[in-house]
């Protein structure tokens, strides 16, 4: 009789992402076994039982193997933790560089050996340095894992904080917006006359489009995920000068910026309520996920559909309506949300309520980009 063999690290380690397949990229997951310590594998589920965001956490997943695999390749050993402040100078240098200073410095940035290794496994992708909010990012990321295992780095010198803003006053580049434009209330009715028949797929888009909107410019991960329990119907709004409203709220539960204990509610009223109810109707949901999949003959699938979706049902209805596709994504629609509002005279914070934005800064940015440009401030001469 033979024993069986003893599994190898990897092997169990991939067993304990399966545990927490629903919020991992897990079509990486034996690439994740791979570059992942054991300790990074522990960490991970620690933050999963803490009801950290699904969002939050695969994007905190991605940005851990890229540290893993830019350590090796750098140091030819797993990331240390708490880790050197020189480590982190030397992930600033490799990540944040002059392209100009490069073509007279070949050593200047990541060394050719790292960039090959990293484009090999697929982890660089772009030519040139990062851009400084994704090293940013990552450096936040980092320090909240270093944070997690009990430990204190030097995320905080001044000579990391030092480096960064050098660099980034040595090779400024423009920040560019998650989509080119904004889906506007001019461009949501382009979009959503190409959803003009009666079919599953036309309701089905048209509801995405116009629940997506109207309920503040939800997340394509929000949207992707809706499910019918998160739905209460409210009472109908009285109108001076016509029939009663249809009203529905919408329960988000733990978003991006919010934990499963906050009861974040988005309301949705007329149009948008009717498109919603007209799709849930034709497609028979009255349990689960709310926007399916729609096979090649019509067949509803009962389950979700993908966040990357929610961004393909844009392009496909911007291309039907002669838009330049390019220049819209999911992310237009939370963008042009607030950008209409401005443009009707919707005082911010009454905006924030339904877009559900923490910060003034970032939702003033979309905001405000409505009226600078035709502004008083912009025609003093």
Request: hydrophobic share 40%; aromatic share 6%.
């Amino acid at each position: 009789m033979t024993l069986p063999a003893k599994k190898s690290a990897v092997d169990r380690r991939a067993e304990e992402l399966d545990t927490i397949a629903s919020v991992l990229p897990l079509e990486r997951r034996d690439e994740l076994a791979e570059l992942l310590t054991d300790h990074d594998v522990e960490t991970l589920r620690h933050l999963v039982n803490q009801g950290m965001g699904d969002n939050t956490l695969r994007a905190l997943t991605s940005d851990l193997a890229y540290l893993e695999a830019w350590g090796l390749a750098a140091t030819g050993q797993s990331l240390l933790w708490p880790a050197p402040e020189a480590l982190l100078l030397k992930f600033v240098s490799h990540h944040l560089w002059d392209p100009q200073h490069r073509e007279t410095d070949p050593d200047h940035g990541m060394p050719a050996d790292i960039d090959e290794k990293l484009r090999y496994q697929g982890f660089l992708k772009s030519v040139g340095p990062h851009a400084p909010a994704t090293v940013r990012r990552r450096l936040a990321n980092w320090s909240t894992l270093t944070k997690w295992r009990g430990l204190d780095g030097a995320f905080a010198s001044p000579a990391l904080k030092s480096a960064i803003r050098l660099a980034v006053r040595a090779a400024p580049r423009q920040r560019l917006r998650k989509s080119a434009k904004a889906v506007t209330g001019d461009v949501l009715a382009k979009l959503l006359a190409t959803c003009a028949t009666d079919s599953l797929r036309d309701l089905r888009d048209r509801a995405i489009l116009m629940v997506a909107f109207a309920s503040g410019g939800r997340r394509r991960s929000e949207i992707a995920g809706l499910r019918v329990e998160q739905l209460t119907i409210e009472p109908p709004i009285e109108m001076p000068d016509g029939p009663p409203l249809p009203s529905l709220a919408i329960h988000l539960g733990r978003t991006k910026t919010t934990s499963g204990e906050q009861d974040d509610t988005v309301y949705l009223t007329g149009r948008p309520v009717e498109a919603l109810y007209a799709w849930m109707s034709a497609a028979k949901i009255d349990k689960g996920s709310v926007f399916r999949g729609i096979g090649r003959w019509g067949t509803v699938s009962k389950r979700p559909i993908d966040p990357q979706s929610v961004n393909a049902i844009i392009k496909q209805r911007a291309a039907l309506a002669g838009l330049e596709v390019r220049e819209f994504s999911a992310h237009g629609l939370r963008s042009g949300y607030l950008t209409e509002a401005a443009n009707r005279g919707v005082p911010l914070p009454e905006a924030m309520e339904q877009s559900r934005h923490r910060s003034v800064q970032q939702a003033s940015s979309y905001y405000n980009s409505a009226t600078r440009r035709s502004g008083r401030a912009a025609r003093l001469l």
